[in-house]
């Protein structure tokens, strides 16, 4: 089972250093979360994002339910050993992908004014679940609390996410405050079966509201009086980095800071930096990897965008002084050569290379945020 | 400069066992040569490649003058610090590409009934040597036999080739003689081009004469006059497997036994096993890691398609007893989810598997030969 310790609570903010203690070995708080939606991070080989040492990976349950099912992943003994990875694994419930496929994001909703609620895949809401169109094969589909965590159950990650709904950014208070209710009803359901059989397993609560703040902090204190092990922020986070400050600034207040809390879905370096001294403890993105495949390389210093022609000839590392395994052997030039000559190794030399930066910049923070730093 | 070793003469065939000592490395032969085109194999990064054992790479020059600049490479310091390889390269000469751009394969040859031989990108060939347009940027550039070394200088490779000229395989005997005559010609401006700076680079002469029996002897004695270090087999190989054995069986009985004999764009496990017989030392094709790529996978039983349904609930290893490095931690469950879920990590960790595969069986390959079994 889980278990948290808070090692350090800064004087200067809410940050905190702390340790995830779960099945599969220790995560050491603040830290990233590399996104792996199939079971493998994008480009790299289990051995490689060993040798990096992320300790939390997230894999979408959606996915895995499509293919190749998570009957499958069962039969093979769990995800840990049908992947090979030895390390914490933490699964979503499936819901966001089912009504992010309808709603599309925040930023699809303003192009379209915030009508496009329609030609999603959600063919259906009701109180027992959702059903939607496989973005495979077009079949019909039902999730409802029951069957995510007997999804998650299979697929046996340390960490867990009950079913809740994803409500659009452009909703009105009145459906807002309804979803969010059956919200509530659903990750509870979530929580009651998955509490059948634990099976090692933790569930963390998904704290809901949108950006309105009677409605998060109702979301916190409901989700606060069930045994979740833990919590993670989620729902619309807002059309604005403000509001996701904002958010935070009166939603984690409210949580036991006994439990881990962890922000869904945030990922980018300046999120990160504003978001630790509300005591966000893990952050999932894919942006540090899509970013890579894009030739997008993180330093302390901005983006190096490596494809640009100022690197045809620059022999030195694609980052100056970056000890990660691409830049301690390869010149700029190089990886510019095959980004330019689209050669699959570039992804893999880039994602190596922003995975180890956000890994040694947990480890920056959590140094920080122990010296009162942050 | 390059060292042929002879260590061992089969008594059953012409199958040698040896050892090609380079600035780089050693060669042990018979061996397979993988293809790295533009300076990568696809999809695996340099590490993975060290750790299978590879000794020697082909990289492409014509590819690597349009993308980054051979002058780039040069500037880096040559192809090995380049690209971070401490082990023998061989490059091309840029001849192969320019030419089978313009008259494609055999295969494309026979589709089109052998009249294809007009819509290519060589727009002439002079005694000088062939101008082309190039097919990153449609520039027209002039490739002869001194500015391919000129380029291959710039690479630096252990191993380069003389720029030769590639017949397709529908030509009269005419045109073939005088297609000949010129490579010869062109091949030895290449090698005096090249005597004039050796710099520790070895060059092999190419023999060509196609299918024709006294063209090829004819290509062997003349080259054999000359100081090259070793030989490559090239130019049309025919159109079934049956025409290049019989083809070998009369062209490498008349070639210096103590010099190394390549067989150019040749590395199907069929070929191989029946070439070696003719005193062939080393093979280079793109096949095994193109195969990979497609889901095959090599093995003694044959080749296994991993995408097949079969695969999707078999959580044995990819090839049952195979220790490399993709067999000993994945099952082919996984393998096939991998190709099933698009994920670049399904090439690498197949294309490990391939590449492994044919190091350990050119390893076999020696064994066998030292004990006069082939």
Redesign the interface.
């Known amino acids: 089972m889980l278990k948290f310790e808070l090692i350090h609570q800064s004087t200067r903010s809410g940050a905190r250093v702390g340790r995830i203690h779960t099945p599969h070995g220790v995560i050491d708080t603040p830290n990233f979360v590399a996104v792996g939606t199939?079971?493998?991070?994008?480009?790299?080989?289990?051995?490689?994002l060993k040798d990096i040492g992320l300790q939390l990976m997230f894999c979408n349950t959606y996915?895995l339910m499509l293919?190749?099912g998570t009957e499958?992943v069962k039969?093979?003994?769990g995800l840990h050993k049908?992947?090979?990875r030895d390390m914490p694994i933490i699964t979503d419930s499936g819901g966001f992908q089912v009504f992010s496929l309808a709603y599309g994001s925040v930023a699809d909703e303003l192009k379209s004014r915030g009508t496009k609620k329609s030609d999603g895949s959600v063919l259906k809401i009701t109180e027992d679940g959702v059903w939607f169109r496989s973005y495979r094969d077009g079949s019909k589909l039902l999730l409802t609390p029951e069957t995510s965590i007997d999804a998650q159950k299979d697929l046996g990650a340390d960490i867990i996410i009950p079913f809740d709904e994803l409500p659009p950014y452009h909703i009105d208070d009145d459906a807002l405050a309804e979803s969010l209710e059956r919200t509530h009803r659903w990750e509870e359901r979530s929580l009651n079966h998955h509490l059948k059989n634990p099976n090692g397993q933790a569930m963390y609560a998904v704290v809901h509201g949108g950006v309105k703040e009677d409605f998060r902090k109702k979301s916190a204190d409901t989700l606060s009086k069930l045994p979740f092990d833990g919590f993670a922020i989620g729902g619309s986070l807002g059309k604005t980095k403000e509001q996701l400050y904002h958010l935070l600034s009166y939603t984690t207040c409210r949580l036991d800071e006994a439990k881990p809390r962890h922000l869904l879905g945030i990922g980018d370096l300046e999120s990160i930096e504003r978001s630790i001294p509300y005591g966000i403890d893990t952050f999932d993105s894919s942006y540090p990897t899509r970013a890579a495949r894009h030739g997008v390389l993180f330093s302390d210093q901005g983006h190096t965008k490596i494809s640009k022609g100022c690197y045809?000839?620059h022999?030195a590392p694609p980052i100056e002084g970056c000890p990660c395994?691409t830049c301690a052997?390869?010149?700029a030039?190089?990886l510019?050569?095959?980004f330019?000559?689209n050669?699959?190794?570039a992804?893999?030399?880039a994602t190596q290379h922003n995975l180890y930066y956000m890994v040694h910049l947990m480890e920056r923070y959590r140094s920080a945020i122990k010296n009162n730093e942050v």
Chains 1, 2 share one sequence.
């Open positions: 199939n079971g493998t991070v994008k480009s790299l080989d289990s051995r490689s996915h293919q190749p499958v039969k093979a003994g049908f992947i090979q045809k000839e022999f395994p052997h390869f010149s030039a190089f510019h050569h095959l330019k000559a050669e699959l190794s992804y893999t030399l």
